[in-house]
């Protein structure tokens, strides 16, 4: 069996009964390959081509050999070699690809090939469906490595945030499923455990895969006087989400495991946008002072003197910290807490990589390698702004560039948001604005370049930023904290005791907020009105428009009290004229008034547009209905209460679960106000108590009965 490497035009370790793909990178020499196999398969008949358009550029090609000999491969590498090595390249090896354990039965050298053909098929994956690119292309080799060294099958890796698991899910047996990721019935684009045993938790949110880890330590060490067979254990955790709070509290209390556990700090410099904070300097000066050598080096150094077992790893780090000078700066941090430290490595270097996490995995105590990575890495638009793809929607390829979309046209409540802030903070230069890691997000870029010395990023500290807003409102400013719905959940008690019992004006603007789409059940914003309204003191208001989006605003930063301001990951909708008025505290707006309706409609925010849609399919049923946006779901407008009264019929509507949101307020209000003596039904519509899954925005609307068919069929249903 010939199983050595062909050194021209590309190394290839050639495996029988193997299936391999040889891409060319231009079609001209589609012809000469075509005459060439065709005399190789008359003389060889064991061999089979197919040839197909290649996925990564449109003017290339494949052409796919399945073969059954051995010498089959050295007439074709023959023929390979002959071709200039520009116009082609080898790759059989994702292909092969079904589980870690295909992968463990690759050659160490073969999985740098691997690599590059992972990064490839990402990078074509995520063109057709979208998804987080960047920080996925930085962890393909520490991802390999991992998988490679441990056998995630019983061992545990556990990701942090979880956006960057795509090489984890391709490894892991769902190659084929990336066609559809983040779509219906597709994959999800974070770990999810109903997809794959290799996931421990779905996650979506920074800083939990230390904590996790300690008490999946915690539990295998009591499972295991039973079993005695211990797994290993390994989180991986970015540099932004390893300064979360919940991050350093898990490390705080790392000491109470006394086993291996391994974290992985992959650090590339960067969150979504460069990385903020004191930690986040202190990492990049270290960063800054090595030179590639220096990584090696220190790469050399742990081998030599690992692995070690029991007392000898005191002395091990000792030596390895005596070896390299440069390893101090950021080995002083983490031992302060006595905590191993190894590093920093070269997260690219695959075949180092592969040997630490050999002697790393045998150490019998919790320990941090540090490695550093390339957002975007082997793909320059990425690489060159990997903000921009940290996230991306679908993107057409133009060999390796990004061909200009076209420009976005509908502009969404974040813009409209981002604009007025920016517009009334020119006025009032007592309005700051405060965001954690979500910058572009959130609309606040202009904000930061226009108001540079107002601005606050704290970087992934949700509750800090809560903290620091009261502060700020304390000292007499109008602070504006922005943050996503999602993960204003991690500041539930900053907001309301630091905010709502001080009766701070700190105003909320909460994004994300409802259904989100394709980032799935992590990511929905269905619960900030039920965590919100039951706080004294709040105020809860959603604009259902582009004008009411601005209004809100408005009537926010002049209430000097807590006010949350909800909208959706959505485009606002064009202005309804009853709208255009000034917000006024606690008082809804009547969109539509009929004389002879026995049912109104009240909507709280952008759902408003699909109760004016329900009404016009009414209408030409000859079905009059009142439409009323209610625009605050605390206090409630107590004219919405007295329908109730009035013997109406109520449908309320929300892009929020129903279980204590605006129509549970609602219903509270009715409830307290008649006693025992109502007996007009109401139907409330939003989101049930499920986690709702990934798919695009509009369908989960459709699905959970938010939409204007719906709210029709719903007014139908009460006049019976
Ligand atoms: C609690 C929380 N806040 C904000 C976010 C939004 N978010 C997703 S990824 C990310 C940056 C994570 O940076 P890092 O951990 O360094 O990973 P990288 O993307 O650099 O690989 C942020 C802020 C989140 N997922 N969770
Ligand atoms: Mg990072």
Redesign the pocket.
Known sequence: MFAGPFLFPKTVVVKRESCFVIRSRIRIITAVLRIRFDTLSIVSPTCVFVSKKSPFSDSGFEITCYNKSSKDFLKIFDFIRWLPAFLIEMSELLEQIKSPDDLKKLSAGQLKPLAEQIRRFIISSVSKTGG?L??NL??VELTLALHYVFDFKTDKLLW??G??CYTHKIITGRQDKFAHLRQVDGLSGFPSPDESGYDQFSV????TSIATAIGMALGSSHASRVTSDEPRIVAM??????V?GTSFEALNNLGLVKRQLLIVL???S???DP?QGALAKYFSKVRLSHTYEDLRKTTKNIMEHLPVIGKGVEEAIARIKKGIRMVLPTSRLFESLNIPYFGPVDGHDIDSLVQLFGALAHLDRPAILHVY?K?GMGFSPAGDD?SKF??TGPFKMNGDSVEPGAAEHSRSFTDVFGEHLAELAEKDEKIVAIT???TD?TGLAEFRSRFADRFYDV??A?GAAVDIAAGLAKSGLKPVVC??S??LQ?SFDQIFQEVALQNLPVVFCIDRAGLVGSDGP??HGLMDVGFLRMMPNMILAAPADEVEMKLALEFALSANKPVCLRYPKDVVPADISACAEPFELGKSVVVKENANSDVAIVTYGSVLTEALRAAEILAKERIAVDVINARFAAPVDKKIVMLAGDGKGIITVEDHRLACGFGSAVLEEVAAEFPGSITQPITMLGMPKEFIRHDYRNAQLMKTGVNADRIAQAVRELRR
């Open positions: 987080h960047a920080s930085g962890v942090d945030v956006h960057q979506g949110h920074a800083g955790v970015g540099d932004a989400s390893i979360n992959n650090d590339n960067m969150a979504i990385t990575t957002k990997p940290h996230s954690s890691a979500m997000g970087g992934i949700e943050i996503y999602t993960f991690r992590t990511h």
